[in-house]
Structure formats: C-alpha cells, structure tokens
C-alpha cells in the first residue's frame, strides 16, 4: 500500500477540491452567492485553529482507548497518525479512516484494535452530536427523523457487536468462495466490533463521552462564532445547534463527507430562520472549509510526513545493515 496510496490520496484530494470548487461557481453564476465571499478570509485562520482543538480533544479520547486497551503508543506519532485517517475522511460513514490501520499497526495497535476504537468513536460521535442538535431539531420539528436515524444507526451496531457470530460466517463463506482479501476484511471487522465491549466500564464511557462533548462543542461554537462575524443576529444557543444538525443530514446522506448536503441543509436552517440565501451559502460554506476541507488537508499532510519518515527510517536502516 506504499506511493500508490499516497498518490490516490493526493489524486482524491485534488478531485474532490476541483469538484467542490466548479459546484460552487456553477451555482453562483446567476445568484452571485459568493459575492462576499472575502469577509471569511479574516476568520477562517481563528475557525482552523478551533477544528484543531477539536482534533486534539478526540485523539485524547482514541489514544485513552487504545492504551486502556493495552497498546502504548507515542503521543506525538500517534497523533499525526490518527491525523492521517482525515486524508480519507469525505468518504460514506468515514470509513476511509481506517487508513491509520496501516500507521498504527508497527506501534502495537493490531487492525482489530483500531477498527474497534474506530466503530467506538463514532457511536459517541453519534451520540454527542444528538443531544448538541436537540435545540434546532426541535426547533424545526425534525428532531424524531434524527432520533430515529440515530438509533437505527447504534441499533445496528449493538447488533454487530453482540453477535459477531454472523460476520464470521460472512468470512467463512468468502473463504470458500476464494474471496480472500474480502473473508479477511469480514473477520478483522468481526473481532473489532466485539473488542469494543472491552470499554464498556463507567469510566471509559465518561470520558468518551466528556472528549466528544469538547470536541464537538468546540466544532459548534465556530459556527456561532461565523454567524456572529458574518453579524447574522441570531440566538448563542440556537445558532450552536444548527450545525450538529446539518452534520447528521450529512451523515445519513451518505454522500461521501455529506458534501453538498450538509451544506444545503444547513442554509435551509438559515433560511428558515430569516437568512438570506447569499449570507447562509457563505457561513455554510464557511464552516465546511474549516472543518472538513481543513482536516482533509491536514490528513493528507500528516500521510505525507509519516511516509517520509518510514522511507527514511528504512533507508537509514538498509545503511546500517551494509555498513556491518
């Protein structure tokens, strides 16, 4: 999985930029939605830094995980290579995370472990990102389409996770079938949705918990802070729900990272609350380049620099051996 992977990476990255980038000219070219467009530049350094925030709130949380799990790892490298799944990160349900499967593996974290720390992330992402929504759902009378999609979502896993007797099967029938790669797949996600039990205790959920709360809390608030920069007058608590809503329609999209649709929903919301259309494009667009878009980039520096690293580690290495 070495260079090809990292240039896909940078591939997706470019793909997904250019895509995003003619949507947005497409659609502005007979509303002139963008016109204001440069009173973000003033903001969007502070909104990175508060995503930045929020990323190290949830290592926290996964590197609290893994080591209650008994893997050690090194804070620093941890961190760039949990980092590194945001390369992957607008994919459906952000599954394309699991490329720190590859950078964790060497320091002790078998592939089980990280997809169970992985499946146990998002249900508290899930959760969390509920009860933040909670004001604006009701607000618009969409808070049972939310519960339910919530509780579908983490019904499925509990299932999962209960019996992964059937995932088993699943890869013991892929075996038979010469489907290797894919029986392999099958029970590495078998073994990690049971291993999350083993962070069944009262403390693992607190803190899962309280560092997703943070975490997001913090992803809210710079909303609340472009609102208000964007002088939208509108209410704190109202305005640090809407975007956890827009996160949800985003994720039950599946579109990969909700591109589009958290946007569009998220002026919708606006909209309902007296926005203009050009003034709720601009804070939509505004937040998803400080969050999805910055952590895209992010990740795909972070992949980049521990590639490098391995490169030169081995290299360093091989001259050792020929040296003796």
Known sequence: MPELRVGRAVITFW???LAYVGLLLWVDRSK?????FERLY?????L???SLASYLARYARWHWLLARAGANIRPLRGFAAYLSGFAFTATPGKVGELLRIRYFQPMGAPPELVLSAFVYERLFDLIVVLCLAG???ANFGVFPVVLAFVVIVLAIVFLLTKYPSHLLRLSTYLERRQMRRL?????IFAHGFAHTRVWLTPLDLLVSLVAGLVAWGLTAYAFVLLL?????????LLAFSLYPVAMLAGAASMMPGGIGSTEAVLVILLAGLGVSLANGTIAAIGIRLATLWFATLVGLLSMLALEWATKSGTAASSRRDKSR
Do not use: V
């Open 48 to 50: 990175m830094f508060i």
């Open 32 to 36: 002139g939605l963008l016109s204001g």
């Open 42 to 46: 003033a903001m969007l350094p502070f």
């Open 228 to 236: 208000e920069h964007l002088a939208l007058g509108m209410p704190k």
């Open 183 to 187: 029986a392999r797949l099958a029970e």
């Open 135 to 137: 004001i604006a759902a």
């Open 15 to 17: 793909l997904l930029t």
